[in-house]
């Protein structure tokens, strides 16, 4: 899948060095109208799910402290590597609030520049293959409940099967509620920190 | 600010629908593909803003350094974070 989603994006960037840059404003449109299908579909495949209130009730208070603790963090993180690689704190900001949700949270900074788009996608891969190698260590020395931090957003999807291969259901279930807050702040918080 | 909330308004429409069952069975058990179409249309899209803009071609090994960097930190902010606030909550580990 990963392979798969750097393959469409390399394929279009080499469409896009053949074609003119007078192009460039339709993009935004095709990014806008297929962004909002996207989200309508992710809200449909969420809602399938009718387990979904009773599951979230078990978790308890960790419910909303573990997605909160977790977007903290990332926030800061970013913000503090970001100033020290000269940055502005609100692009900063922006690349730590995508939660390693790569492919939306690019998408979204696409038509503030391009330049932080990349840097947005790359971050975010990055994110999700160091969460892949890391879980299981972080599982085993530090805790269940921390294990799910490095995943961020994709706790819910990619990494879960990893959470719950090596923690317990408990933790796996609130890995699907965390990854599920994470997913809806992703849209909020990324254009929160670009577009005013 | 508008598309924050034209986003979040759509993702709320569809899990209500969803949810409620009024989504037609064809459509909902398609959505996976359709989610799927969506995305690949939109990396396309979005690897054609690259090719069309210079300036990320020309920094892309330093966009790649700082893409490991940011990685890095936000996992390890996280996992403090999260360490430090079960620690407030007095939650005991769980290993």
Redesign the interface.
């Known amino acids: 899948m990963t392979f798969?989603?750097i393959l469409?994006?390399?394929?279009?960037?080499?469409?896009?060095?053949?074609?003119p840059?007078t192009?460039?404003a339709t993009?935004d449109t095709?990014?806008?109208v297929?962004?909002?299908?996207?989200?309508?579909?992710?809200?449909?495949?969420?809602?399938?799910n009718?387990n979904?209130f009773s599951d979230i009730k078990r978790t308890g208070?960790?419910f909303f402290?573990?997605p909160?603790?977790?977007?903290?963090?990332?926030?800061?993180?970013?913000i503090?590597?970001?100033t020290f690689?000269g940055y502005p704190l609100n692009e900063?900001g922006a690349?730590?609030s995508g939660?390693?949700w790569y492919?939306l949270s690019?998408?979204i900074i696409?038509p503030y520049s391009?330049?932080l788009?990349?840097?947005a996608?790359?971050?975010?891969?990055?994110?999700e293959?160091?969460?892949i190698a890391?879980i299981p260590i972080?599982?085993?020395r530090?805790?269940?409940?921390?294990a799910?931090?490095?995943a961020?957003a994709t706790a819910m999807d990619t990494t879960l099967p990893i959470i719950s291969q090596n923690?317990?259901s408990e933790?796996a279930i609130l890995s699907f509620s965390t990854g599920l807050i994470l997913s809806?702040l992703v849209?909020?918080l990324v254009?929160?920190f670009l577009?005013? | 600010?508008s598309?924050?909330l034209?986003?979040?308004a759509?993702?709320?429409?569809?899990?209500?629908?969803?949810?409620?069952g009024w989504?037609h069975q064809g459509?909902?058990n398609k959505?996976?593909k359709?989610?799927l179409a969506?995305?690949?249309?939109?990396?396309?899209?979005?690897?054609?803003?690259?090719?069309?803009?210079d300036?990320?071609l020309d920094?892309?090994a330093q966009?790649?350094l700082?893409?490991?960097?940011?990685?890095?930190?936000?996992?390890?902010?996280?996992?403090?974070?999260?360490?430090?606030?079960?620690k407030v909550?007095n939650?005991k580990?769980?290993?």
Do not use: W
């Open positions: 798969k989603i469409a994006v390399i394929a279009g960037t080499l469409v896009g060095l053949a074609l840059d192009l460039y993009t095709l990014l806008t297929g962004l909002c299908l996207l989200l309508f579909f992710v809200g449909i495949d969420i809602g399938k009718k979904v208070v960790l402290v573990v909160i603790a977790i977007a903290v963090g990332s926030l800061l993180g970013a503090m590597v970001g690689l900063s690349i730590g939660m390693g492919t690019s998408i696409a391009s330049e788009s990349v840097l996608f790359l971050t975010n891969v990055m994110r293959v160091f969460a890391l972080i599982a085993k530090i805790g269940f409940i921390e799910i931090s490095p961020g923690t317990n933790t809806t849209p909020i254009p929160l577009f005013r | 600010m598309s924050i034209l986003y979040l759509l993702l709320i429409v569809g899990g209500f629908l969803s949810y409620k989504i459509l909902s959505i996976d359709l989610q969506c995305l690949f249309v939109l990396l396309f899209v979005m690897g054609l803003r690259i090719g069309m803009d300036r990320v920094a892309f966009i790649g700082h893409a490991i960097l940011f990685g890095i930190f936000t996992i390890i902010g996280s996992v403090l974070t999260v360490h430090l606030m079960l909550f939650r580990a769980v290993k």
